[in-house]
């Protein structure tokens, strides 16, 4: 069983940046392919970025390519989502979530079956 747990959300200002961390307990993610997604307000849960086990293999959704970066530290049994220049539509409680059905990125929800529950992160003036 994985526990994972996000942190670094908040209130940023427009074109502003923050950098997400998701930490696993439990075991170590090294073998899984890790991911983070979005929700925002009254709206469906949406894919953000996947990397797979091979740091070289990594997913983005269009709205946040060139502007989102994620990476994982195996050490620290963590992944980050680095994210720059912020919209306000970038707003929404941020997810990561775990797979161990496969070692490659995937974009699609039931890919991954361990969640945490989530940081929000508020663009607002």
């Known amino acids: 069983q994985v526990q994972l747990v996000e942190s670094g959300g908040g209130l940023v200002q427009p074109g502003g940046s923050l950098t997400l961390s998701c930490t696993a307990s439990g075991r170590s993610i090294s073998g899984y392919a890790m991911a983070w997604f979005r929700q925002a307000p009254g709206k469906e849960r949406r894919f953000v970025s996947a990397?797979?086990?091979?740091?070289?293999?990594?997913l983005y959704g269009d709205s946040v390519k060139g502007r989102f970066t994620v990476s994982r530290d195996n050490s620290k049994n963590t992944i980050y989502l680095q994210a720059t220049n912020l919209k306000l539509e970038d707003t929404a409680v941020y997810s990561c979530a775990a797979s161990d059905k496969s070692t490659s990125p995937h974009s699609a929800q039931w890919m991954y079956n361990y969640w945490g529950q989530g940081t929000e992160v508020t663009v607002s003036t």
């Open positions: 990397i797979g086990t091979n740091v070289e293999s990594i």
